[in-house]
């Protein structure tokens, strides 16, 4: 932005302060200040460059940064004299970015700089781009060569005069056999007008991809939200019943040592005793961690896209944390929650996989 900004006066530099609160409230005031700052000359300095696309990054500041999809598909054409241009990429999720490529050998010598602007704009996944050239069929067709039908013609006659062996009936057949006859000699080269035309086709393909990735990442935030609300909901609803297993264990000890025993005891000591396995069996610190991993994973999840891996290990400690509780409830209700509260995450597991 301040290298854009350094080809104007210093007197001019206020009026980019203020274009973001400009553009939020209304685009035409923008352009009053521009009228109203800068003169004729510097004015034409703006019909160089796309307004929007100058400006999106201010824009985009004030929007909801979402996750991305790693699974995306996009596609675009071009024209460029009788040639179409098509560019296809797709790509699926992947732990790190695996690119493979399939592009026309009059573009083979772009495949570094295609490479890098795939991998600057996609980050990760497993990616397929294609490119390749579609022509007219008139103009597809495979020349005959003219010159050397006449030199095989002139041969093989000389040869059958001097060696008196009768000339082909078909000469059209004979000499159409003939080696390179048929084969196309077509040494092309890139224009840099071409390949304008068709790196704008990868980038809009691109472009396609990402808008694809973003729907997808919203489906996704959408489906996550819904899974941790389900969660955070089942881990509340466990509360009655902690209360509630403190009573029946007291009661299934004190029932066993009368009908058992059927001696005097030590209430005091028994008390104590009790204390200490309750506490053995107290899901406080459980219940409190994961209401933290599910708070951390709203955060990392409004991060922007990016997240994937961090969103993979908080689920992975959620995980740690409903399982320790299942083995610490030692009740019939409370692990049925905690069954629900496991596919639940499940589902969170499968589909994390996915985020970018």
Request: proline share 2%; with cysteine; net charge negative.
């Amino acid at each position: 932005m301040a290298k854009n900004i350094s080809i104007f006066s210093e007197k001019h530099q206020h009026v980019f302060t203020k274009t973001s609160a400009c553009l939020n409230e209304n685009i035409s005031t923008f352009f009053i200040l521009i009228d109203e700052v800068f003169s004729p000359s510097e004015k034409k300095l703006f019909s160089t460059f796309r307004i929007h696309s100058f400006f999106l990054p201010l824009r985009d500041k004030k929007q909801n940064i979402m996750i991305q999809s790693m699974t995306g598909y996009g596609k675009a054409t071009a024209t460029f004299g009788d040639k179409k241009i098509n560019v296809e990429i797709k790509s699926l999720n992947s732990k790190a970015m695996d690119l493979s490529t399939r592009i026309a050998p009059l573009y083979r010598e772009k495949e570094m700089e295609i490479r890098n602007l795939i991998t600057k704009t996609l980050e990760r996944g497993k990616v397929d781009f294609c490119i390749w050239i579609e022509k007219d069929a008139t103009e597809t067709a495979t020349p005959i060569n003219a010159a050397l039908v006449e030199n095989y013609y002139n041969q093989i006659k000389a040869i059958s005069d001097n060696c008196h062996i009768p000339v082909p009936e078909d000469w059209f057949a004979t000499l159409l056999r003939m080696p390179d006859v048929l084969t196309r000699v077509d040494i092309q080269e890139l224009s840099d007008e071409e390949w304008e035309v068709a790196s704008k086709a990868i980038e809009e393909a691109l472009q396609h991809l990402v808008d694809f990735r973003i729907q997808e990442g919203a489906a996704l935030e959408k489906k996550f939200t819904e899974k941790v609300d389900n969660i955070e909901r089942l881990l509340k609803s466990i509360e009655p019943y902690e209360k509630e297993r403190v009573a029946k264990i007291r009661e299934r000890i004190t029932d066993a040592l009368e009908k058992t025993i059927s001696v005097d005891y030590d209430k005091n000591r028994l008390e104590q005793e009790l204390i200490y396995y309750i506490e053995k069996l107290d899901i406080n610190e459980e219940k409190q961690r994961l209401a933290n991993h599910l708070k951390y994973f709203r955060e990392t999840m409004a991060g922007g896209h990016g997240q994937g891996k961090k969103l993979g290990f908080i689920a992975q400690e959620m995980g740690r944390e409903i399982n320790t509780t299942g083995s610490k409830s030692n009740h019939a209700e409370m692990q049925n929650i905690v069954v629900q509260m496991k596919d639940e995450l499940e589902q969170i597991k499968e589909q994390v996989l996915n985020v970018m």
